[in-house]
Every structure is written in C-alpha cells, then in structure tokens.
C-alpha cells in the first residue's frame, strides 16, 4: 500500500511539473494572439481608420470650448465620456490592444487635428504586456514622451495617466496579470511622475487610488483584473475630471 501511495506521488509530482505555469500560458496565448494580428500591423499598424469618418464628420469646437480627447487603449475605448461626463464635450479616441507605438502613428489625426484643449493619455500596460513586439521600458517612455512635446507644440495640454495596477483574483484575471509585472507598472509610472513635474504636464495618478494593500487591482473595481468595472470607472471619474481642470487652469 505504502508503495502504491508513493507511485501516485510521484506520478502526480511528475504531472504537475509537466503542466506550464500561468505565465507561460498567458505568454503562449498572448503569442497566438499577436500572430492573429499579423495581417493587421503590417498592413494598418496604427488602426487609422478607426476614427477617420467621425474624425471627419465631428465639427471644429465652438467658441469658448473646452474640447478634450481622451486618447487610449481598451480602457479609454470602453469606458462611455457622455455617461460618466455628461454635458462635457469630451471625445473618446481609444482603440483596444493598442500600445504607445501605434498610438503615437495615429496622434496627429486622432489628437492634433481635433484641436481639444487638453489630451488625457492613458495608455502603457500594453505595451508591457508585449501586444505589438517587445519593447523596454525607456522606448515606452519616449513614445508618450514625443506625445507631449507634438501636443505642447499645439498648444494642447496634456494629463498623463499613470498605468493602472492589475490583480488575479479570478480566473479570467490571471492572464493579464502574469504578463503586466507590478515592477515595470512602478518604474513606468515613477517615470511619468517624474516627466511631468519637469515638462508642465499634470500627472494622473489612478494607480495610488485603484491599488490595494497587496500591491494589485482592488478586486471590487476590475473583474478581469485589468479592466475597470463601472464602479472602476466611477471611481476614476472625479480624479480625471480634477487632472483636467488643473491642466486647463495651467495653460492660460
């Protein structure tokens, strides 16, 4: 009996160590994911077609406007300005999956042509994530860093979103935890900290407010782990609408 019972140890052991590890199948899943975009970042890696025909179709601001563009990835994409900002003529230009690569070919018609007054940028976690290819940390932060020199130049100010934390406290979270380490999470957004207290930029820190005491997304806010729920987004609203009119108040 004692022999059977050490067999099935083992046999168990030898099973586990055979299954890959939750990292290794985000990794694997996220790798699958980004050969099934090939055809779409060799042919329209920054997705400019999106927002071409609203684009064209939303009319120049009115006088006395305070036209803001909310520029982003799924979070911005899904999360709906004239609900949670009524009355406020705020227009959403996020694109889910995106990185700051492909958001920084697309600045210009999505940011700059719109002539907002302000830009909140949020954007970073898929880019550590690895959506579109690898990239290090310092590339990331010269991607956002020439987003705010080109919207400076355009007398657009600018809010800088920190990167909003992650958490795997349900199964569908896992994935996107294990390919968003917390320390890059802290480097980006200390970086950005540090961008915008030295270039008139106002830094947004949704990160300190979303976090729990563990380090990760408090699990009430993001279902998945990643993406704010409609408690996630109420929460983040006052603290965008305060980063605003900082940021509106600064550039006159």
Known sequence: MKALICLICILAMNTAAQQPSTSETAAQKLETWKQSRASLYMN??????????????????????????????????SWELAKYFPGKPYVNRGISAQTTSQMLVRFRQDVIDLKPKAVVILAGTNDIAGNSGPIALPDIEANLASMAELARVHHIAVVFSSVTPVHNFTEESKEFFATRPQAQILELNEWMKKYCAESQCVFLNYFAAMVDKQGMMKRELADDGLHPNPAGYALMVPLASSAIEKALAEQK
């Open 44 to 77: 329209e890696f920054g997705e400019l077609g999106r927002y071409r025909d609203a684009n064209s179709k939303l009319p120049s601001p009115a006088p006395g406007e305070k036209r803001v563009v909310f520029f982003g990835d799924s979070i911005t994409d």
